[in-house]
């Protein structure tokens, strides 16, 4: 439902499917957005798709398209994410919301089958393991058992909402915590939209501050308040002013004997020295290519130590190795560099 001013609409076949994107070089004649950091050009798709939505004006893409580094933030826009994400705690509450909403739209007379998420949700149940037995053969099962006893209401609410609405999954306890899980199986880089046949990078907003550590597979997103995250769920675009964005450059390799710890925490210590409350703090360089995504992710993971939004890669062909080592399909590993070469979203050195 785009305004498609910038005439950016276009399609992209990637095997054998046509997908609709929004190019970032139909701009290139009247501003240079080939310069702009990764994590902007992925805001700057973000506007392009949904300029018209009634929180995103023509305005708001030239004043993105032509950001000044130096600026401090003052321009608001209105980033629509690609998904939210939530852990048990503080995702009970909106899916209660959504059930109660359905309950008074049946009492009115309506359809409570029309009340869903706008935007695809993802719920890991993560936070409430405890550890009855250990040490035995069968402990894991042991305490998996008195986990769902424990939790037997709460559960099957879960599993109702799962059932009752649509794009709403629930990653069932006992899988991991809601960060491995999204690293490792939910996050999708770019994002193939079934129902409108888009491609556009996998953005998203988590309930909670550590989201980050999805930075390190190229995905824009960050922790947020419950109330935030349930207005996203229905559809409303997070309103925040155009960022300043850090580059931070690597280059070389870890020495031997030096730790992936070592190197997480001396970025975490220049970072904090340097002050970057509220930036995008963004990776590039020649070092990138031998940093693997173990490491990445970690990074990604601090950000809430040293105070920034997000500490975001790029995507590179150590994230397509990921994908491929996490047992993603070969199809959306196509999708991802397809993707992110034809959008400029693609770094090499």
Not at 150 to 168: M, P, S
Not at 181 to 202: C, H, I, S
């Amino acid at each position: 439902m785009s305004d498609n001013s910038f005439g950016a609409k276009s399609t992209l076949d990637v095997g054998g499917r046509e997908y609709e994107i929004f190019r970032l070089d139909a701009l290139q004649e009247r501003f240079d957005v080939a310069r702009l950091p990764f994590s902007l050009k992925v805001l700057l798709e973000n506007l392009l798709r949904t300029e018209g939505n009634g929180s995103v004006r023509a305005a708001d893409i030239e004043a993105l398209a032509s950001w000044d580094a130096q600026a401090q933030p003052s321009k608001e826009i209105a980033f629509t994410p690609a998904r939210v994400l939530m852990q048990d705690f503080t995702g009970v509450p909106a899916i209660v919301d959504l059930a109660a909403m359905r309950d008074a739209i049946a009492e009115m007379g309506g359809d409570p089958a029309k009340i869903n998420p706008l935007a695809p949700a993802e719920l890991v149940i993560d936070h409430s393991v405890q550890v009855d037995a250990f040490g035995t053969r069968d402990s894991f099962r042991f305490n998996a058992e008195r986990e769902f006893e424990r939790n037997q209401e709460r559960y099957a609410f879960l599993r109702w909402g799962q059932g009752a609405f649509d794009d709403f999954a629930v990653v069932p306890p006992d899988t991991g915590i809601v960060h491995q899980v999204n690293l490792e199986y939910l996050a999708r880089v770019v994002f193939g939209n079934e129902k409108t046949g888009q491609l556009y990078p996998d953005t998203l907003v988590g309930t909670d501050s550590h989201t980050t550590m999805v930075n390190g597979l190229g995905v824009l997103g960050w922790g947020v308040g419950g109330i935030e995250a349930e207005a996203a769920m229905l559809g409303q675009p997070l309103s925040m002013l155009i960022p300043r964005v850090l580059g931070f450059e690597l280059h070389g390799e870890l020495p031997e004997g030096a730790t992936a710890t070592d190197l997480v925490l001396t970025v975490t210590q220049m970072l904090r020295e340097r002050g970057v409350v509220g930036m995008f703090v963004e990776f590039f360089g020649a070092g990138l290519a031998r940093l693997p995504l173990a490491d990445r992710a970690t990074i990604g993971n601090m950000s809430p130590e040293f105070g920034s939004t997000c500490a975001i890669f790029p995507v590179d062909a150590e994230t397509l190795r990921y994908l491929e080592f996490s047992g993603r399909p070969q199809g959306q590993i196509e999708l991802v560099e397809a993707y992110a070469r034809e959008q400029g979203l693609w770094h090499d050195e």
